[in-house]
């Protein structure tokens, strides 16, 4: 197991580098930023050439991907063009994305593959049926409308609920947004641990354990779910960082300044700085969840071994 850890993290480094220089090249084609500095009208060349040098977007492009990946591994994520570090910006916004993902996991945890245990014991049956519908239509539906709806039914129209988020944040307020913003990876859990324990359930471990006598609800937990659940942490495990960088419509309609917030503003500003040192951490929560899935498969299914 340690040394498939290290295979991992040595693994990690080349994945890091290609995805980040990737981003950067992709970020750095959007557009000429100091343009947007300069508000409708278009900058004095005298003001562009300094702005440039004093950002570094003066050198060719290699050489500011070197420089960043410096700066990087000193902590330094760069200055956004209106002065403010892309520190403070990350420690005011990843606080407040993290405890929304917090909810939506739980909800996809908790709801999603109850649900799914539900339905793929009682395969065929109404429940089954309806609960499938249900998905189909969650699925079908855009996330913004799903927002708009909740916030209008439960924030305008009833006063269930604040129709946006304050600047604390509190997971009492993120409830109805988490909600929202796992409400499509909800009904895919949902689905696939529908699909995975009714395949399992005709397996030949889960006849055998019947076979044995051994209590119905022991057979569910401890043969039946935990083989059926790898190809559900496969899935959570790589929709944490996409509901972290995916959070831009829910954090929109809900007034949250998360990073889907800071990602909107750095794309519509064109503010390099911000959106590269935001992907870049985001890159490190995909990598960083992916080896977390992958040490579970162990736990989750003793026949796997890693050597």
């Given at each position: ?53 004093e ?23 760069g200055?956004a063009?209106?002065?403010q ?57 855009p ?14 129209k ?31 859990v ?12 005709r ?15 022991r ?89």
């Amino acid at each position: 197991m340690g040394r498939y850890v290290v295979r991992r993290l040595l693994q990690m480094i080349p994945v890091f580098i290609g995805a980040t220089l990737l981003i950067f090249l992709m970020v750095n084609v959007m557009g000429d930023p100091i343009a947007g500095l300069c508000g409708e009208r278009q900058c004095d060349p005298a003001t562009a050439a300094q702005l440039k040098k004093e950002f570094g977007l003066d050198k060719p492009v290699w050489q500011q991907y070197l420089t960043y990946m410096g700066n990087v591994f000193t902590g330094d994520f760069g200055t956004a063009f209106n002065g403010q570090e892309v520190t403070e910006l990350m420690a005011s916004a990843f606080p407040v994305t993290i405890r929304l993902t917090i909810v939506a996991i739980l909800f996809e945890i908790v709801i999603g593959i109850t649900l799914g245990v539900i339905t793929g014991l009682r395969r065929g049956s109404p429940e089954d049926t309806g609960v499938l519908l249900l998905t189909l239509v969650v699925i079908s539906v855009p996330t913004f409308v799903t927002g708009l709806l909740l916030q209008l039914l439960l924030g305008v129209k009833w006063g269930w609920i604040k129709p946006s988020v304050s600047p604390e944040a509190t997971f009492s307020e993120l409830i109805v947004p988490g909600l929202v913003l796992a409400s499509v990876s909800l009904a895919y859990v949902t689905r696939l641990t529908r699909t995975s324990i009714a395949e399992n359930k005709r397996s030949d471990y889960v006849r055998t354990a019947i076979a044995k006598g051994l209590p119905r609800h022991r057979v569910v937990t401890r043969h039946l779910l935990r083989n059926s659940l790898i190809p559900v942490v496969t899935f959570i495990g790589t929709d944490v960082g996409a509901l972290m960088g995916g959070a831009i419509v829910t954090e929109r309609i809900f007034n949250i300044h998360g990073v889907g917030y800071q990602l909107y503003q750095g794309i519509l500003r064109q503010n390099t700085q911000t959106v590269v040192g935001f992907v870049t951490v985001l890159v490190l929560v995909f990598l960083v969840a992916n080896l977390v899935v992958d040490l579970l498969y162990a736990v989750l299914d003793p026949r796997i071994r890693y050597a």
